[in-house]
């Protein structure tokens, strides 16, 4: 049997795991919905997404870091992938935090809540830089640990 990597971290309504090889299924909810890939050039194919889940499975091993399936923890349904890539802004090393929802479970705030856990996975105090692909925008941001609450 497969061990299954479920991360430490959590949201209140969410969970994540990296994803395996065996989760094209799971990965075309996602990266083969037109509506939900709106932002880019175009749904993912077949091949696009065997393509993009060895890309996440070689980013673990080399990086430590890649977007993750985000499961809603009421229903085991999956809500988007998310994640952290390594990559190079300017010449520089940089990490880019990036979350596809899917579309019908947009609105819900999930892309919100997808943000500091993925984050969080990373090390504190790290550059972040985040896009946002169907308005063009890039907003770099500092990580840092949140208070606890009392």
């Not at 075309?28 to 091949?47: F, G, H, I, K």
């Not at 870091?65 to 923890?73: D, Q």
């Amino acid at each position: 049997m497969e061990k299954i990597e479920l991360l430490e971290v959590q949201s209140q309504r969410l969970y994540f795991r990296r994803l395996r090889a065996t989760d094209l299924e799971l990965a075309s909810c996602v990266l083969q919905n037109a509506e939900t890939m709106a932002a880019w050039d175009r749904p993912y194919d077949r091949s696009d997404t065997l393509d993009f889940i060895a890309d996440m499975l070689r980013r673990y091993r080399t990086d430590g870091i890649g977007y993750v399936a985000a499961f809603e923890k009421q229903t085991d349904e999956l809500v988007a992938l998310c994640g952290l890539l390594a990559e190079q802004l300017d010449g520089r090393p940089a990490v880019s935090l990036g979350c596809i929802v899917r579309s019908e479970k947009r609105f819900h705030g999930f892309g919100r809540e997808c943000c500091p856990p993925c984050s969080a996975v990373h090390s504190r105090g790290s550059s972040l830089t985040a896009s946002f692909p169907s308005s063009g925008l890039t907003t770099s941001v500092r990580s840092r640990p949140l208070p606890r609450s009392a």
